[in-house]
């Protein structure tokens, strides 16, 4: 919009003269439409390449992180393919039919006169003497230009806030995925390993755990049986399966698992026929604190229990529930072959205790949360490549606005620059005269950028539907920070990439009459 309104409002004079010599104004439309037809046409094909090669093959890799994927073949969509190219070119052309169309209802003979400028106006801040009254006459100068040309204001604004949205969409879904693993394993699952029996326990004969007690007092703080079953849950919307966890001991079972709403306060172990249920699973399932539900394993054993709280949890679906509820419907007690350990200082770090239980008969597996954590952490470096590509797509968005703006700016303004230099302003002084009104839309932009960004975060995260994980959609502080600062980065780069133009204008060709 910005290019070819400028391109032909500077080339008023050729198109007068064209129509003055007889040339239609179909004839004279078909340059400038061509000329932006032709940009269209090969900006798509290259983007539609790039799009459908760069973008799922990332994506896909930030998959991986969640499932175990094979290999994956490219599509490439015709219809998607014409769809992007019907857009730039109603874009693009459609633009710059409106310029063309506004300039040629003018006569040859006022095309051929150069425009008039804008007049003055005052703005807004003049209205407020404290703050206009300390300003430099240069830097009032700057506040007029800024506020001077609406079109590229906003254009400038709105790109460059386009480019911070982006930014803060970037980090905020690192801030929000890279975490979960910590949060789960520091805030929700307090112990250290878990060890897998190969019967309940107690057994039959006690005797077949002697030497998996003794290893458990030698080496760990402390220790307690739970009983971990996959049933499937029925609420108002589907059924979804989820781990139901049993404590032997549910006085003591929050020092293992702390339960905890999405807000932060503390729940106590349900009591008789309750159960507390991860805050995910029961918005899936459609289920409220309150209801009613059922839980069924696969030999057909069910479980009616009430909602007495939504849990927080980031990993996997629960159901939290007492012995007590077990018995009741089922009329025995949960087979415990589950055992959580919260390892004694050292032990977990030199693996000896897992070594040890693993050599225990009855114990059929060992499950480190540090060896978790870190495997989890790992994977999610992948998530790096999704926010660097989110990083080039804002930066390459933030210096095509800018430096396209900026360029234009300067182009139009050649005449009042080559005059100040004449004045006898130096090279410092007239860059920082004209690149003021660029910082100050790159702020301005950014401020605009940071609540649409918290927005888009938002919004994509609504649509990464992964049911074995809960996310906790927020955006640091500090992302915040680092994406207005590299928006500024971005605009200062331009800065310097304009800087050899204003100083290689020639002062006595830009004085001359434009007669």
Same mark, same amino acid.
């Given at each position: ?383 790096? +490549?999704?926010?660097?590509?989110? @990083?080039?797509? %804002?930066?390459? *968005?933030? &210096?095509?606005?800018?430096? /396209? !703006? ?69 955006? +640091?502080?500090?992302?915040?920070? @680092?994406?207005? %600062?590299?928006? *500024?980065? &971005?605009?200062?780069?331009? /800065? !310097? ?19």
């Amino acid at each position: 919009l910005t290019t070819m309104t400028r391109m032909v409002e500077e080339q008023r004079t050729q198109i007068g003269v064209l129509k003055a010599l007889g040339y239609s104004e179909a004839r004279i439309m078909g340059k400038y439409l061509f000329y932006a037809g032709s940009a269209a046409w090969i900006g798509s094909v290259i983007g539609f390449l790039i799009g459908s090669t760069i973008f799922p093959t990332v994506i896909w890799n930030a998959y991986k992180i969640m499932y175990h994927m094979g290999d994956y073949e490219l599509m490439f969509d015709p219809g998607l393919a014409a769809a992007s190219l019907a857009v730039a070119l109603l874009c693009s052309v459609g633009v710059t039919w409106l310029t063309c169309r506004y300039e040629l209802m003018s006569t040859a003979a006022n095309l051929i006169r150069p425009k008039s400028p804008k007049s003055g106006r005052r703005v807004w801040l003049e209205h407020i003497p404290l703050l206009w009254n300390h300003m430099s006459f240069l830097a009032k100068v700057s506040v007029r230009n800024v506020f001077r040309y609406k079109q590229r204001f906003f254009m400038m604004v709105i790109g460059i806030g386009g480019c911070t949205a982006l930014l803060v969409t970037g980090y905020g879904i690192k801030d929000t995925i890279a975490d979960i693993a910590d949060m789960q394993y520091e805030e929700v699952q307090l112990y250290d390993m878990s060890a897998t029996l190969k019967e309940g326990y107690p057994a039959a004969d006690a005797a077949d755990f002697s030497e998996l007690t003794e290893v458990l007092s030698e080496s760990s703080e402390d220790w307690m049986p739970f009983c971990e079953i996959a049933m499937d849950l029925t609420g108002r919307s589907g059924v979804k399966t989820a781990n139901v966890v049993i404590p032997q001991d549910t006085g003591a079972a929050q020092e293992y698992i702390r339960l905890r709403t999405e807000e932060g306060e503390d729940i106590p172990w349900p009591g008789e026929e309750e159960a507390v249920i991860s805050a995910k699973l029961a918005r899936k399932c459609g289920i409220r604190v309150g209801d009613t539900v059922t839980l069924r394993t696969e030999d057909g054993e069910k479980l009616k229990v009430k909602v007495a709280a939504l849990s927080r949890n980031y990993i996997y679906n629960y159901v939290y529930i007492s012995p007590e509820t077990w018995k009741l419907d089922n009329g025995s007690d949960p087979v415990y072959k589950s055992i959580y350990i919260h390892a004694s200082e050292g032990a977990q770090e030199n693996r000896e205790l897992s070594e040890k239980l693993l050599a225990c008969d009855v114990v059929s597996a060992v499950a480190v949360n540090a060896d978790m954590l870190s495997q989890i952490n790992k994977m999610m470096g992948s998530l790096d +490549a999704v926010v660097l590509l989110v @990083i080039l797509c %804002a930066g390459a *968005l933030a &210096f095509i606005v800018i430096y /396209n !703006l900026t360029n234009i700016n300067i182009t139009e303004r050649e005449r009042e620059i080559a005059t100040i230099k004449v004045l006898g302003f130096y090279d410092s002084e007239t860059n920082r005269y004209v690149f003021r009104e660029n910082i100050i839309l790159t702020v301005l932009g950014a401020l605009v950028g940071l609540p649409m960004g918290k927005l888009l975060h938002a919004y994509v995260m609504g649509q990464i539907k992964i049911d074995l994980m809960c996310f906790d959609v927020r955006v +640091a502080p500090l992302s915040y920070l @680092i994406s207005a %600062a590299l928006t *500024l980065v &971005f605009g200062l780069l331009v /800065n !310097l990439a304009l800087r050899r133009k204003i100083r290689t204008i020639d002062m006595s060709q830009a004085l001359k009459s434009i007669e």
